[in-house]
């Protein structure tokens, strides 16, 4: 028998002066709830939410660095362009 557990994943992101909020519900096996509970209670994040912002912010830097990898071989290959300037950017 599989155990679900729903937890809140909160996104905070600021603007200027405004503050938006988004919650997201995700199911997650007991399991996984247990070791995450696990791993707040023993002070290594503040909460929950902050333990799925770090997973997060963890993929995205892999996610960058795979890119960064792409681009450096098309560089290699001679696939670039050489900037004047910023509005070569463009």
Known sequence: MTYFAIISV???ITLTYKTMRNIMNISLPKEMVVDIKREVKAGK???TSEFMRHLI???NTKKLAEELKKERVQFRKGNYKVLKSLKDLR
């Open 10 to 12: 909160t996104q905070i």
């Open 45 to 47: 994040f503040a909460s």
């Open 57 to 59: 912010r963890v993929w």
